[in-house]
């Protein structure tokens, strides 16, 4: 059974960091890009960075350029999100997705098909 869980949220100040990962079972990742999404109450679902199977090419929301970054590691199944400068506008649940696509990877929600439980951030003083 194809499964992604999210581990490393929590409670942070502002300006601290926190890495979020995202592990895969029941299938290989290095076959599916790998986004991560945020939603926050009362707001819609949003992708702030993707990253393509083999790990080349990444991609970022405007809102995250700099302080995020999308890593991953096929041989542990693992995918992770470093977040630094946190603000409180990154309180969110994040979540982590699976695309079956090779080459290339979107934030846009609608292209995957496989999605984690999510896990919380919140940052405030």
């Known amino acids: 059974q194809l499964q992604l869980v999210e581990s490393g949220g929590g409670l942070v100040q502002p300006g601290g960091s926190l890495r979020l990962s995202c592990a895969a079972s029941g299938f290989n990742l290095d076959a599916y890009a790998i986004g991560w999404f945020r939603q926050a109450p009362g707001k819609e679902r949003e992708g702030v960075s993707c990253?393509?199977?083999?790990?080349?090419?990444?991609l970022y929301a405007d809102s995250v350029k700099g302080r995020f970054a999308i890593s991953r590691d096929n041989p542990t199944n693992t995918v992770y999100l470093q977040i630094d400068s946190l603000k409180p506008e990154d309180t969110a649940v994040y979540y982590c997705a699976a695309d079956h696509t090779r080459g290339r990877c979107t934030v846009a929600v609608a292209r995957y098909d496989y999605w984690g439980q999510g896990t919380q951030v919140t940052v405030s003083s």
């Open positions: 990253i393509t199977n083999s790990g080349r090419s990444t």
